[in-house]
């Protein structure tokens, strides 16, 4: 195996591999402190740009008649609220604090997080319908723009908002993220002057997924970094880590269970198990207990190894035929 094959069929876990290695060198060698002072506002203005080029490619390819809602998207939805209220009557019920609360605050962002707008990337990786997985990702964000606000107020009380003021901030932040990528695709798409630049686009084989890889790698570095400053007991982050990883696998299976009574395992996994966990990320640092965001930044690596665990299993099917 050439080592242009090994990085295809490996993209992923080098992504994380490399982005954590990355980090640690930068941080533990006090030659390359300049170069990480440089490096760090860079990463953190190309981050939003590789989620804008991730969406717009992504959407380039989605046929905009069939983004309409199916029934695995009700059920999928239904039990990402019985979960998120299940947190919140243990989080209520036992009046939780201090460390147990930061723990039930880090399994609630790994939930009530929308679904990951890269969810479409894998699920066209995997042969599903990107379609499909577009329009749940639509209806997720909206409902986590909804929730958000009802309960953030009630586990953190210096969480002052109204909820007309954080509902409007939370939905700008997904609109943004969202809909200006998907309405330049369509402009992209649907206007003749630009069909020869639409057609190459959509002819460079898995550019999303390569773009969602080099986004990864930073996205791991970050939650490497948030890990090693976290003022918290190593069980506490254990504790986390370990939490995320049980919530991350019961997602991708409940989402699978549900999705076979569909013919749509694959979508309903990626659906509900994939999150978007930068975008949690910014609302435990915004609304909770800012450690609690350790939880999407493990989630983030768990649900990427289970990615790259699928991806290898379908193209392993792929070659026995």
Known sequence: MNIVTFIKNWTLPLAMGTGATVYLLFAFIPALDGAARFFAPVCDAIMPMFMFLILFVTFCKVDFRALRPVGWHWWVLLFNLVFVLACMGLVLGFRLEGQALVLMEAILMCIIAPGATAAAVVTQKLGGSLEETTTHTFMSNFMTALLVPIFFPM?????????????????????????????????????????????????????????????????????????????????????????????????????????????????????????????????????????SSVGPGCYILWQNIINSVEIWQKRKSELRI
């Open 155 to 291: 586990i953190e009380k210096s969480a002052h908002m109204s909820f007309l003021s954080a509902f409007a901030t939370i939905l700008y932040g997904v609109s943004i993220v969202l809909l200006l990528p998907m309405l330049l695709a369509y402009i992209v798409k649907h206007t003749a002057a630009l069909h020869r630049f639409h057609q190459w686009v959509i002819s460079v084989k898995d550019l999303s997924y390569y773009l969602w890889a080099c986004s990864l790698l930073i996205v791991t570095g970050t939650t490497v970094k948030n890990i090693v400053h976290a003022e918290a007991s190593v069980w506490l982050l254990t504790g986390i880590a370990t939490l995320g990883l049980v919530i991350c696998v019961i997602q991708f299976a409940v989402g699978k269970y549900i999705g076979h009574y569909f013919g749509r395992m694959i979508e309903a996994g990626q659906a509900m198990g994939q999150k978007n966990t930068a975008f949690a990320i910014w609302m435990a640092y915004t609304y909770l207990n800012p450690l």
